[in-house]
């Protein structure tokens, strides 16, 4: 694929007023999702309720892909079509996340470093053939007292590079997410380093690692407090700082940047896109890809009874897409949340 393919996908990614659903749980994280609303996890139960949101009626209006797990991408709908093909008609790009989990780092207790490098030019190849158009791999950065080291962050920036060469010699779009967790007690402006040096970290690394900034999506975390930190921000300094951070970090070729919604509430992973959109123009398109922010109420109305309130749990989606479309735009208001 040529550079200007992968770039016409990356641009679909982020057209206005869209962004990225992140459906791509693994087993061990959508076992504990569904635990907490007391569903048995299954095969078949993941199948219907990854059903029940890739069909919500209208989801291509502010979803233009969808990420998802390498069992996803191979089933189908109750219908008989496979979930590529109910996504396709639906005009959402398909997407799959291809790290394998995250493992200790050796010499640094307490970090981690993402994994699944090792045979992935093969698998790309299978998700192409399967109709995948775009891939996602995480990389987690843990701050603490000590952490993370410069070798946490290389470590994992240089995976990211690989991977996203690796992608783009297959002729998929790569989604580069360093995602700096919330956890602890650090103030913003910790996390605002933690973010500036983890990102121009990985915009080397993928310098050296020739990938091209045109045909690549970065998903990126917000600049917050930790969760745990007396002192948390306002909407307005949320904004402020993780555009700070961005401009000072990310180059203008990249054609746009989703955000992770990394455990925030669904009202707050909202505004925050707004009121940065708000206060653009920035240099790239700024929108969502929202694993739990877009889930999560949905998820509770689904649990709540399977067979009976799929369409209520559509609409619960389909509003929480529309809501963060808006806020790609800048054009979302809390008022809006009622309705
Ligand atoms: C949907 O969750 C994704 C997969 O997580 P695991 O590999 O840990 O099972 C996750 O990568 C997600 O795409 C991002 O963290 C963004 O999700 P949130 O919920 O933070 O918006």
Redesign the pocket.
Known sequence: MSIEQLESVALAMVAPGKGVL?????S???TKRFKAVKIECTEDSRRAYRQMLLTTPGLGDHISGA?L?DETLRQSADDGRSFVEVMRAAGVLPGI?V?M?TTALAGFPGELVTQGLDGLRDRLKEYVSLGATFC?W?AVITINEDSPSSACIESNTHALARYAALCQEAGLVPIV?P?VLMDGDHDIDVCYDVTEATLRSLFGAMYEQNVMLEGTIV?ASMVLPGKNCAEQASVEEVAEATLRCLRSAVPAALPGIV?????QSDEN?TAHLNAMNQMGPSAWPLSF???????QAAQKKWAANPAANVAEAQQIVAMRAKLNGMAALGEYEPGMEAG
């Not at 992140?22 to 693994?26: K, L, P, T």
């Not at 890809?289 to 889930?295: D, F």
């Open positions: 992140a459906i791509d749980e693994s061990k994280t959508i990420i797990y996340k790290d989990g996602k995480r997410e995602e998903k955000f992770l919604s990394g455990g992973a890809s929202y694993g739990r922010a877009l889930q």
